[in-house]
């Protein structure tokens, strides 16, 4: 699957996205208060084959204002609500949670929707007095199609940013792409606060740290939404501000990962990194951590070895990279955080402490006893 995405052009049509996101809301609080109460019930889910039934009789009944929205989106709130479920009995994220309506992001179309160059209809229902039942109703809508998509569509999405404004996702089959050539190198690299990457070749990247470059705008920006009276036009306004500025930050820190990613997939076919407990970084050393973006970085890079057929390893998190000599494997049990620089007492190796651990994860990625160490 491969995804492009479009900025929906702002009109004043929009506004029936609003309506759909703030329904979808309502309709995946209906169903995860209704999956709680068959847990206390009978000790056990009802699954979306116990849920979708039910939202059936709903649309009949007491439910009949969700009719306008197409079926298989309101089924889409319902599926999701299972994935996370399933997620959380794979030890794999945590329960789903009620959402304010602001908070509810995307819609999935997997039918009802045309495309065409630069426009999307989507077909929603609406009340006919007339005959006293449902009809079609479609409605076009502009976005800036910047590129092509390619491949069989899907589905599509409609996705609401944290500064009001509404994205289109086209979800293709591509497979096109060419794999990048073989070079049959492979690197270690190790992450840092001082230094964002280390490679095993002596390779050393520093990280831009965009929020940290924002600071002083996004004190402004703070203090300009201090200043309104909340809940006025005015604090709204400023509230939108400083959201879009966030998510410029965001996109600045994906592109240059996306761009660093791609380069070392094209420099090494076999990428070995490390897997830490940034949580408990984070309550360490705080807003940084959080500003390198470590987690997402490692999930570009899977993905862009799997694009490209290279060959990507994350060594367990308590596997010893930092203390043992790469050179000769004894452990130093008096380094600490402040020496970047050490001598092996056995082989006299002088050490580089990052490069260090760069060497030695790359080891543990092709020795299974180095890892279990």
């Given at each position: 699957?491969?995804?492009?995405?479009?900025?929906?052009?702002?009109?004043?049509k929009?506004?029936?996205?609003?309506?759909?996101l703030?329904?979808?809301?309502?309709v995946?609080?209906?169903?995860?208060r209704?999956?709680?109460?068959?847990?206390?019930?009978?000790?056990k889910?009802?699954g979306?084959y116990r849920?979708q039934?039910?939202l059936?009789?709903?649309?009949?009944?007491t439910?009949?204002?969700?009719?306008?929205?197409p079926?298989d989106?309101?089924?889409a709130?319902i599926i999701?609500?299972?994935?996370?479920?399933?997620?959380?009995?794979?030890?794999q994220g945590?329960?789903?949670?009620?959402?304010?309506?602001?908070?509810?992001?995307?819609?999935?179309?997997?039918?009802?929707?045309?495309?065409e160059?630069?426009r999307?209809?989507?077909?929603?229902k609406?009340?006919?007095?007339?005959?006293?039942?449902?009809?079609?109703?479609r409605?076009?809508?502009?976005?800036?199609q910047?590129r092509?998509?390619h491949?069989?569509?899907?589905?599509?999405?409609?996705l609401r940013?944290s500064a009001?404004?509404?994205?289109?996702?086209?979800v293709?089959d591509?497979?096109?792409?060419e794999?990048?050539?073989?070079?049959?190198?492979?690197?270690?690299?190790?992450?840092?606060?001082?230094?964002?990457?280390?490679?095993s070749?002596?390779?050393k990247?520093?990280?831009?740290?965009?929020?940290?470059?924002?600071?002083?705008h996004?004190?402004?920006?703070n203090?300009?939404?201090?200043?309104?009276?909340?809940g006025s036009n005015?604090?709204?306004?400023?509230?939108r501000?400083?959201?879009?500025h966030y998510?410029?930050?965001?996109?600045?820190r994906?592109d240059?990962q996306?761009?660093?990613?791609?380069d070392?997939?094209r420099?090494?076919?076999?990428?070995?990194?490390?897997?830490?407990?940034?949580?408990?970084?984070?309550?360490?050393?705080?807003?940084?951590?959080s500003?390198?973006g470590?987690?997402?970085?490692?999930?570009?890079?899977a993905?862009?070895?799997?694009?490209?057929?290279?060959?990507?390893f994350?060594?367990?998190?308590w596997?010893?990279?930092?203390?043992?000599?790469?050179?000769?494997?004894?452990k130093?049990?008096?380094?600490?955080?402040?020496?970047?620089?050490?001598t092996c007492?056995?082989?006299n190796?002088?050490?580089?402490r990052d490069i260090?651990?760069?060497?030695?994860?790359?080891?543990?990625a092709?020795?299974?006893?180095?890892?279990?160490?």
């Amino acid at each position: 699957m491969r995804t492009y995405k479009y900025k929906i052009r702002n009109h004043k049509k929009n506004k029936r996205f609003g309506n759909l996101l703030d329904d979808l809301c309502d309709v995946h609080n209906h169903f995860l208060r209704l999956e709680k109460r068959y847990y206390r019930r009978y000790e056990k889910y009802a699954g979306r084959y116990r849920l979708q039934p039910h939202l059936t009789k709903l649309l009949k009944t007491t439910k009949k204002h969700w009719a306008w929205i197409p079926r298989d989106t309101l089924d889409a709130a319902i599926i999701r609500i299972d994935a996370a479920y399933q997620r959380f009995f794979a030890g794999q994220g945590g329960l789903p949670k009620f959402k304010r309506k602001y908070r509810y992001r995307s819609a999935k179309f997997q039918t009802g929707y045309k495309l065409e160059n630069g426009r999307v209809c989507i077909s929603f229902k609406s009340w006919n007095d007339t005959t006293q039942s449902l009809k079609f109703n479609r409605r076009w809508f502009s976005f800036h199609q910047h590129r092509d998509w390619h491949g069989t569509v899907r589905y599509v999405q409609i996705l609401r940013d944290s500064a009001g404004e509404y994205w289109l996702y086209i979800v293709t089959d591509d497979t096109s792409t060419e794999p990048m050539q073989q070079t049959g190198e492979s690197v270690g690299i190790d992450f840092g606060l001082k230094t964002f990457l280390t490679l095993s070749i002596g390779e050393k990247i520093q990280a831009p740290e965009f929020l940290k470059q924002s600071l002083k705008h996004l004190r402004k920006l703070n203090k300009a939404v201090s200043r309104k009276v909340k809940g006025s036009n005015n604090w709204y306004r400023a509230i939108r501000e400083l959201a879009r500025h966030y998510i410029k930050i965001a996109n600045q820190r994906l592109d240059w990962q996306w761009k660093l990613a791609t380069d070392l997939c094209r420099r090494f076919d076999t990428i070995a990194a490390e897997t830490l407990n940034l949580n408990g970084m984070k309550r360490l050393w705080g807003r940084k951590v959080s500003d390198l973006g470590f987690y997402q970085f490692i999930q570009l890079l899977a993905f862009k070895c799997f694009k490209h057929h290279k060959v990507f390893f994350q060594v367990g998190q308590w596997t010893p990279t930092t203390k043992p000599c790469s050179n000769c494997g004894d452990k130093n049990d008096t380094l600490s955080l402040n020496d970047r620089q050490w001598t092996c007492s056995q082989c006299n190796s002088e050490h580089d402490r990052d490069i260090n651990a760069a060497i030695n994860i790359l080891r543990a990625a092709y020795d299974p006893v180095v890892e279990q160490m």
